[in-house]
């Protein structure tokens, strides 16, 4: 039986070491980790998942239907006017977003008690307590966030206004100023949802507290590990698709060598169904890859910013070390 050695967070590490921690510690809590993220996050993943497949599945039948003519236009585009369309967006809405805030939650609550514990040991109840506490907190965050965005983005089109009076062709730079301005401010901020939880800070002191550790040197590095993670994730989840793209070459090649449209037969909708539910289920899951890489990234510039770790391991020296996972002695 192999040995359990528990994960030291706040240390520094490399580039190279901060990717091989996360993987390290997505083996070693796969079990624990997986459970919980399947008990307290499966719900709304899977009734999410459930609605974008069935909306795929219902989109591609319209959008192959159009192909057979122009009369099929007008019942294609008033399937956009429908109530069941803007109901079953809505729902869509809601359930993304309940998954996207309890997955994170499930995730950071599960690193912060591992932290604790100094075990793997964890039970689901123990990370639904921490959820429960944490879930609407993120959820405002959340909106915060997105407020925040569309701020920052009316804002960075002002260039482009002014870009535009002097000549068109200054356009590009402007959109290109608007599109990194973007990318600056999510990768600056990619730390405020885990901050929150562990420092137990608002959004506006965890928002400002990220933007100081990641812009104190440290944006590439914090770009470069979310961005592999993140890459790994879309690539994995991009396999369970596969299947549909698939078909929809297919409908396209049969189209254009016949000139009529492939007819979407159930079999065809019920693979499109499967595949957008598993690909979006499996994404939601592997998201485990870059919040385990934020939460490495946060211990480390914390680290080498505050030196927290180092004070810790000071002020321990000459006191006996207790190891958790140690049986009691009976004698």
């Not at 957008?276 to 934020?294: A, D």
């Amino acid at each position: 039986m192999e040995e359990f050695k528990v994960i030291e967070f706040q240390k520094t590490r490399d580039f190279s070491r901060k990717l091989n921690a996360t993987f390290e510690f997505l083996r070693q809590n796969f079990k624990s980790l997986g459970k919980s993220i399947l008990y307290i996050s499966g719900p709304p993943v899977l009734v999410g998942s459930l609605l974008l497949g069935s909306f795929m599945g219902e989109f591609l039948n319209l959008s192959q239907s159009l192909q057979r003519g122009a009369s099929e236009f007008e019942s294609f585009s008033n399937y956009f006017l429908t109530a069941s369309f803007w109901i079953q967006m809505l729902l869509m809405f809601v359930f993304f977003l309940v998954s996207f805030v309890i997955t994170i939650a499930t995730i950071n609550s599960y690193i912060v008690i591992y932290s604790e514990k100094k075990s793997n040991k964890i039970e689901v109840q123990e990370v639904w307590d921490r959820v429960r506490n944490t879930f609407w907190k993120y959820l405002g965050s959340s909106f915060l966030f997105f407020i925040s965005f569309i701020i920052a983005y009316i804002i960075l089109l002002i260039p482009i206004f002014i870009l535009a009076s002097i000549s068109g062709f200054l356009v590009f730079f402007g959109v290109l100023f608007v599109i990194l301005g973007l990318i600056f401010l999510i990768f600056s901020s990619s730390l405020t949802y885990f901050i929150q939880l562990h420092e137990k800070k608002n959004f506006f002191d965890a928002i400002i507290r990220s933007f100081k550790l990641v812009n104190n040197g440290k944006w590439w590095s914090t770009f470069g590990l979310i961005m592999i993670l993140y890459m790994i994730m879309i690539t994995i989840s991009y396999i369970f698709m596969i299947p549909y793209y698939i078909i929809t070459l297919t409908s396209t090649l049969h189209t254009v060598s016949t000139g009529n449209p492939l007819e979407v037969s159930s079999t065809t909708a019920i693979i499109t169904t499967v595949s957008f539910t598993l690909y979006y289920m499996v994404q939601m899951l592997l998201s485990t890859l870059p919040n385990v890489g934020i939460a490495f990234q946060y211990f480390n510039l914390v680290e080498l910013k505050e030196a927290r770790g180092l004070m810790s391991q000071i002020e321990t020296i000459g006191q006996p070390s207790v190891d958790p996972n140690r049986p009691e002695e009976t004698f």
